[in-house]
Structures are given as structure tokens and as C-alpha cells.
């Protein structure tokens, strides 16, 4: 676990500033949260968002860590890099919506960097878990 505090505190960084990023939405966005879009109503509040986004990050790095603990090497860089690949596609997917989608232009570009910053996190997780070296220790 020690070994893990600075990726924890890099993701517990970019889930802050992310959540902050997407609680600053427009106020026409705010707007369509409150009377249209009611299952988004946590996006306006930052604390929660950054909460969620931690956890989604926390879950899926301890996937990572199971993978690299139980799985072959092989096995373990092929789920890493389609894990990568995956994240690079929901960047883009994700960048793509928000030019094309209306309803998502208006929300504003700080709303739209929040959810990038999720991306990132994702990509930084996987390439982590891809850099990491395997000794004769265990990796709690």
C-alpha cells in the first residue's frame, strides 16, 4: 500500500479538480440539470463528484492491482493495454460528443475538462499498472 500513495494522491488530485471542473458548468447547463436532465443532479455538486470519481478511479485501480497480482505477465500487459486503449477510445468518444452534442456545448469547456481529467486518470492508472515491476515481494 505505501508503494501506492503517490498514484492514490495523483488520482485524488485529478478527481478534485475534475469534480471542481465539472460543477462549473454553465448556468444554462445547471439550468437543464434542475428541470430536464435530473439523473446529472450530483454534477453540481463538487464534493460529490469528486467522491464518485474517486471511487470509480480507486475500483479500477484495485482491478489493476488484482490483474497484476494474480494474472500471468502476458495476460497482465494485454488487460493493461486494452485498458489504455479503452480509456483513449472513451477520450475521444467523450471529446467527440461534447463538439456535436448541443446540449453538451453548452455546458461550457470547464465542464468538458472535467470529464477529460477523468480519461486521464484512467490512461495515467493503466500506464502505471504497465510500469510497474514484478519482484519476489508481494504487492499489497
Do not use: C
Not at 439523473?39 to 488484482?66: G, Q, R
Not at 463538439?99 to 495515467?124: D, K, P, V
Amino acid at each position: 500500500m505505501k508503494r501506492q500513495l503517490p498514484i492514490i494522491a495523483i488520482l485524488a488530485a485529478f478527481a478534485l479538480i475534475s469534480g471542481y471542473m465539472i460543477h462549473k458548468m454553465s448556468w444554462l447547463a445547471k439550468v437543464g440539470i434542475r428541470w430536464v436532465y435530473r439523473e446529472y443532479d450530483i454534477f453540481k455538486s463538487w464534493p460529490k463528484t469528486s467522491l464518485l470519481e474517486f471511487v470509480v478511479l480507486m475500483l479500477l485501480l484495485a482491478v489493476h492491482n488484482a490483474i497484476f497480482k494474480y494474472a500471468t505477465v502476458r495476460n497482465a500487459t494485454i488487460s493493461f493495454i486494452t485498458s489504455v486503449i479503452i480509456a483513449l477510445f472513451g477520450l475521444y468518444y467523450t471529446y467527440n460528443d461534447f463538439r456535436h452534442e448541443l446540449s453538451h456545448r453548452l455546458a461550457g469547456e470547464r465542464f468538458h475538462i472535467g470529464f477529460y481529467l477523468f480519461w486521464l486518470g484512467w490512461i495515467i492508472i493503466g500506464l502505471y499498472s504497465l510500469a510497474r515491476k514484478r519482484g519476489n515481494s508481494t504487492i499489497a
